[in-house]
């Protein structure tokens, strides 16, 4: 069993729409849980950090359950730009601070 | 730096050569990581330096892959005798040390490297 585990899409959605994209992980002792963005051909980029209470950043809404060991991503109001491939990402060793990555999920965006 | 700086950006290089990839760090950032990325899949840890400690290479394929980290700054990671699995796309990131208000990684552009 993979780590960490992502649905790989793609997600087809039309602009303006509600996507959600989920993540488990295997770890229980994960410590810190992110979303990076990658675009075709470019680094990862992080998105936003995931917190126990959960987080939003602008259209852009993180959940952590730490009892079922899945984290989600809700983006709203769905733009063009947000067409990319979105990695659920994982620390399960602060001291260490290396971080797993999820194969991601890959949102296109229709007009 | 202002980034992650990554060279070259691209490699083609014949199968069984060796390989030198370099990556300079965010100045200030103690924690420097390698990961590479095959096409088409998630990305793959390779090994980590923190400060002054021993490196963590749990994640190296094979002991054809070796890396350095010189005055805690710049890296290096070698790549003997390719083979054409190792093509793949490497990157290196960095991050500070401290535990607190730590957010993550900052990537590189990576080098595309391709074992002909």
């Known amino acids: 069993r993979k780590e960490v585990e992502q649905d790989p899409g793609p997600f087809n959605v039309p602009e303006g729409a509600t996507v959600a994209f989920n993540c488990t992980y295997s770890?229980?002792?994960?410590?810190?849980f992110f979303w990076y963005r990658q675009d075709c051909r470019k680094e990862p980029k992080l998105l936003m950090s995931v917190y126990s209470s959960g987080n939003e950043d602008g259209r852009f809404t993180a959940q952590l359950n730490r009892a079922s060991q899945y984290i989600s991503l809700l983006i709203r109001d769905s733009k063009l730009s947000d067409s990319a491939t979105y990695l659920c990402v994982v620390n399960k060793d602060t001291g260490r601070r290396a971080l797993t990555f999820g194969s991601g999920t890959r949102l296109q965006v229709q007009p | 730096g202002a980034g992650v700086s990554q060279s070259p950006s691209n490699k083609v290089t014949e199968k069984g050569k060796d390989v030198e990839l370099r990556c300079d760090p965010i100045?200030?950032?103690?924690?420097l990581y390698w990961y590479r990325q095959s096409l088409g899949q998630g990305l793959e840890f390779l090994i980590y330096?923190?400060?002054?400690?021993?490196?963590?290479k749990s994640g190296l394929p094979s002991d054809r892959f070796s890396a350095e980290r010189t005055g805690g700054s710049v890296s290096t990671l070698t790549i003997q005798r390719t083979q054409q699995e190792d093509s793949a796309v490497y990157l290196c990131a960095s991050s500070r040390g401290t535990p607190s208000g730590w957010d993550g990684y900052t990537f590189g552009s990576g080098t595309r490297l391709t074992v002909v």
């Open positions: 100045s200030g950032h103690t924690a």
């Open positions: 330096f923190q400060g002054n400690s021993a490196p963590d």
């Open positions: 770890n229980s002792a994960s410590q810190s």
